[in-house]
């Protein structure tokens, strides 16, 4: 095991391939969650997310899985979940989108396959990223009100919920 020195919050020794990849990282890593053969958490500075990404697809054999959003106290935090084969591991890097702009730098003009994964982020969570080269919406239909976020922590079934569009006539209805 070969230890790297990552600056700031890391508490966990960096061990075998996948501290190979996060110690490439350099300081761009402010905090390591895990690191073991096979599975590595790490959180990355936000303002050196495209650059990151930018490291991440000149390792060989890396490629983005995909990411995902989670509501947290501070703002959204936005995983980046990279696969590295042959070696068989998964990196997850997590940057977060602070509150209350909830803004990160997209990182889609650089992993073309991260801009769905970030438009869906930004309809469902209100995820914000900055220089996405095409922000409409994927999912959520053009009339769902502006503001309102379906998986995050606050959003209320009841209350949030828009009206349902009028139900089409029936067959019947519709025959001149």
Partial sequence: MSEVAIPREVQV????F?????????DAVIGV??????????RIDPQRTVEVARRMLAMAGTRLA???????RDGIDVLYHWCIEPQGVVVTLK????????????IAPVVPAANWIEREM??????????????????????????????????????DRPPLPPAPPAPEEALP
Wanted: glycine content about 12%; proline content about 6%; hydrophobic content about 40%.
């Fill in 95 to 106: 940057v977060l989108a602070a509150g209350p702009e909830m803004t990160v730098d997209s």
């Fill in 18 to 26: 996948v501290g190979e990849v996060l110690g490439a990282l350099g």
């Fill in 13 to 16: 020794p960096l061990e075998g």
């Fill in 33 to 42: 969650e895990r690191c073991d053969e096979r599975r590595g958490f790490a």
């Fill in 66 to 72: 995909t990411a995902t959003g989670i509501d947290v």
């Fill in 122 to 159: 930004h309809d469902l969570l209100g995820a914000n990223f900055r220089g996405h080269p095409d922000m409409r919406r994927l999912i959520l239909d053009d009339s769902w009100p502006e503001g309102v976020y379906p998986l995050r922590k606050d959003f209320d079934q009841v209350r």
